[in-house]
């Protein structure tokens, strides 16, 4: 089952998120600070992030860059009420971006399409990984 971690200093909004998230068949971790960020990524091992920008005391882009520095594979969705950042350069590194808004559509959407393209490249890797293994024992993968 997919994991998600929800981090963000609103508790309400990780309420929603969470049950909203749950029902769509996930299991959800939640932080409310940018602290206990590394504790989850490192014990939870969540499978997507969905990251807000303002943090109480923290800096959401420092948070994203952390993020991306421990796995640079992990998708971190910026999910956030301030519409200003959609050219920042630093979004690069985040793998999608939505406005926070009751209908959640939109970054279900988005975690969907993030997972999806995941999984897609972890099955490239794990393929290119079996055909070196085949052809180191000489094993023919053409028919």
Same mark, same amino acid.
């Given at each position: 089952m997919t994991k998600i971690l929800i981090v963000d200093d609103q508790p309400c909004v990780r309420e929603l998120l969470s049950e909203e998230l749950m029902l769509e068949g996930y299991r959800v971790a939640t932080a409310g600070d940018a602290e206990s960020v590394t504790g989850h990524l490192r014990f939870s091992k969540p499978d997507l992030v969905i990251l807000d920008l303002y943090l109480d005391g923290a800096e959401g882009f420092g948070v994203l860059r952390d993020i991306k520095r421990q796995d640079p594979d992990l998708p971190v969705i910026i999910f956030t009420a301030y519409d200003g950042y959609v050219d920042d350069p630093r979004l690069s590194q985040a793998d999608g971006y939505v406005i926070k808004s009751i209908v959640l559509d939109e970054l279900k959407g988005k975690i /969907?399409? /993030? #997972? =999806? =393209?995941? #999984?897609s490249t972890q099955e490239e890797v794990e393929a290119k990984i079996r055909f070196l293994q085949f052809k180191r024992l000489g094993i023919s993968t053409t028919y």
């Open positions: /969907a399409y /993030a #997972l =999806r =393209r995941t #999984l």
